[in-house]
């Protein structure tokens, strides 16, 4: 098992995980094409950063942050605006009553109120058949010293409250809830993590 930074040559795996571990969901809706769009800039992103766990060549996991989601919408938005725009206006066009989500989505780092110290988890998913090895572990290590790296001296974390098994890993890690908001019309748990020099699970 390898974990490393994300490589474009790995967007549709990872968009692929990304729709089994989170089906239903917002950014799930807007379909494959616009999450391998999503994840190819973040293999180049100057403000997001991802890791994927491999073995024997195949993507069994996917982690992502950023220090700034608001530069890192910017980015995307500058840089591979018409690559995302297009799914985006493909789904609009079957599902119109998506528009007022994807306007939403685009306010959503206002509701996450991060400081010039905080860096963001936004995503983890682990193949169903993997999971529980400690794959998420090991990704989250990476994503932890990457994100101290850069700076950070706290992880921000936005989870569905309903999402049982991303709850309890955020309090394996020992993160603390400190908010709950409603995104795309669901509640969700606004969790941060002081960043320290040896991070270990509780
Ligand atoms: C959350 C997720 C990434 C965890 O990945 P993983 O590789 O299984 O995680 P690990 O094996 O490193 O588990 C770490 C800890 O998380 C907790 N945990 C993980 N899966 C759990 C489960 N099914 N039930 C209870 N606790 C669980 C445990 O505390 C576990 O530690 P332990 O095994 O020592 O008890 C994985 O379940 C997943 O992909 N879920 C679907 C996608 C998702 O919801 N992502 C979050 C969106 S923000």
């Known amino acids: 098992m390898e974990i490393r ?32 769009a999503f994840y190819a800039q973040l293999a180049d992103s100057v403000h997001g950063y991802a890791f994927v766990a491999t073995d024997g060549g195949r993507v069994l996991g996917i982690i992502v942050g950023t220090r700034d989601t608001h530069a890192l919408y910017k980015e995307l938005l500058l840089k591979r605006g ?40 936004l995503f983890i998913g682990v193949a169903t058949e993997a999971r529980r090895h400690g794959i998420g572990s090991r990704m989250f290590e990476a994503l932890v010293a990457e994100s101290q790296r850069r700076g950070a001296k706290r992880l921000l974390s936005t989870v569905e409250v309903t999402n049982d098994l991303s709850n309890a890993f955020h309090a394996k890690w020992g993160f603390a809830k400190i908010d709950t908001i409603e995104l795309f019309g669901r509640p969700m748990n606004v969790y941060a993590l002081p960043l320290v020099s040896s991070q270990a699970p509780s």
């Open 82 to 121: 018409i690559h995302l725009a297009w799914p985006v206006a493909r789904r609009l066009l079957k599902t119109p009553s998506l528009l007022g989500r994807v306007v939403k989505s685009l306010f959503y780092p206002s509701k996450v109120h991060a400081t010039p110290g905080d860096a963001e988890f």
């Open 5 to 36: 930074e994300i490589e474009r040559g790995d967007a549709r795996a990872a968009a692929l995980l990304h729709i089994e571990g989170q089906p239903g969901t917002f950014l799930t809706s807007l379909g494959v094409e616009f999450l391998t």
